[in-house]
């Protein structure tokens, strides 16, 4: 350890120093209060051991000093020719750890320090945990919005998302668009190539569609199944009418092979539009009905288009 031994007795001082260099300690060495707290400052030691009537600074006053500048705990054990119940509590309450008789009995010392080694450990112990435990936290925090297979944003994000834009826009006056988008005949394309090709090609859609809309105002989600949904703040109908289609065609230009597709030999997507400024009273279910209800048209007009 590297240890800060103050006192101002110089035959206390040596004693202890020759003992603790003994015991294979790293030794700062001062004479009173004001030099240990400089001596703190500059060492940052891992114990204290501090005479505690000593000239210009006590023991007890730094030791108030120590506990208010210090970041992290440092044991400070009092040596004291004084040891009436009332020094030793004033002492301890100065923010002393512990407390011993002069005369110092070098194995009762030796022992103490050995205690405070192992609570200073499992503080150390404790701190990292804690971090861990906060950095883990923070990961489960990030995956609960995130859906499983494709690694998009989940339902649960867009939801939250989608609640936090509709309330946004309304104050902003800014028009909100969901684009909702649906692969054609995956139930046919999951009989013929397999759940897990299925699942490739659910990955391969997301992933295109994360390369259309790269605002940072956008967002992509897995809506559920073989739904997607996509989110657009303060875009022009005009823009959102491109950025609907392209959502279309490079879905189309992946040319993930589908045979049993009455629409083209390719996985396909139909993709429903809804854009509006919220009005008073407007809720985030209404903008994905509204979405829904333009899919189910791109649907019913014979799906891979878009409708508005
Ligand atoms: P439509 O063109 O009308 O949308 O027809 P569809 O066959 O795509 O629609 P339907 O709702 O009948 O079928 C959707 C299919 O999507 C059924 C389901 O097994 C499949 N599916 C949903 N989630 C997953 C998934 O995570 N992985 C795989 N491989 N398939 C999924
Ligand atoms: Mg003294
Ligand atoms: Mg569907
Ligand atoms: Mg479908």
């Known amino acids: 350890?590297?240890?800060?031994?103050?006192?101002?007795?110089?035959?206390?001082?040596?004693?202890?120093?020759?003992?603790?260099?003994?015991?294979?300690?790293?030794?700062?060495?001062?004479?009173?209060?004001?030099?240990?707290?400089?001596l703190y400052k500059e060492h940052s030691p891992d114990l204290v051991i501090m005479d505690e009537v000593m000239p210009v600074m006590k023991g007890q006053d730094a030791a108030r000093k120590i506990r208010e500048?210090?970041?992290?705990?440092?044991?400070?054990?009092?040596?004291?020719?004084?040891?009436s119940?009332?020094?030793?509590?004033?002492?301890?309450?100065?923010?002393?750890?512990?407390?011993?008789?002069?005369?110092?009995?070098?194995?009762?010392?030796?022992?103490?320090?050995?205690?405070?080694?192992?609570?200073?450990?499992?503080?150390?112990?404790l701190i990292q945990i804690t971090r861990d435990y906060e950095e883990a936290n923070e990961h489960l925090k990030k995956l609960v919005d995130i859906d499983g297979l494709t690694g998009i944003a989940n339902r649960?994000?867009?939801?939250r998302y989608l609640a936090h834009e509709v309330a946004r826009c309304q104050r902003s006056a800014q028009s909100l668009t969901v684009i909702m988008c649906d692969v054609d005949h995956f139930k046919a394309y999951n009989d013929f190539y397999g759940h897990l090709q299925g699942d490739d090609c659910l990955k391969s859609v997301a992933n295109a569609l994360g390369t259309v809309s790269r605002r940072t105002t956008d967002l992509v989600a897995r809506y559920g199944g073989e739904e997607f949904a996509v989110m657009m703040v303060g875009v022009e109908q005009e823009d959102v009418r491109a950025i609907a289609e392209s959502i279309r065609s490079v879905v189309m230009d992946l040319a993930i092979p589908h045979a049993k597709s009455s629409i083209a030999d390719v996985v396909t997507l139909s993709v429903g539009v809804f854009v509006d400024v919220p009005k008073i009273g407007t809720t985030p279910s209404d903008f994905l009905k509204r979405a829904d209800a333009a899919l189910y048209q791109a649907k019913q007009s014979g799906r891979n288009r878009v409708h508005f």
């Not at 008789?101 to 609570?119: E, F, G, V, W, Y």
């Open 1 to 38: 350890m590297k240890v800060l031994l103050v006192d101002d007795s110089l035959v206390d001082r040596m004693i202890l120093e020759s003992f603790l260099q003994d015991l294979g300690h790293e030794l700062v060495i001062g004479e009173n209060g004001a030099q240990a707290v400089e």
């Open 69 to 83: 500048i210090e970041d992290n705990w440092t044991p400070i054990i009092f040596l004291s020719a004084c040891f």
């Open 85 to 125: 119940a009332e020094d030793i509590a004033a002492g301890i309450e100065a923010g002393a750890d512990d407390y011993l008789a002069k005369p110092i009995d070098h194995k009762t010392l030796s022992a103490k320090m050995m205690a405070m080694q192992r609570i200073a450990t499992m503080r150390s112990k």
């Open 156 to 159: 649960r994000y867009l939801d």
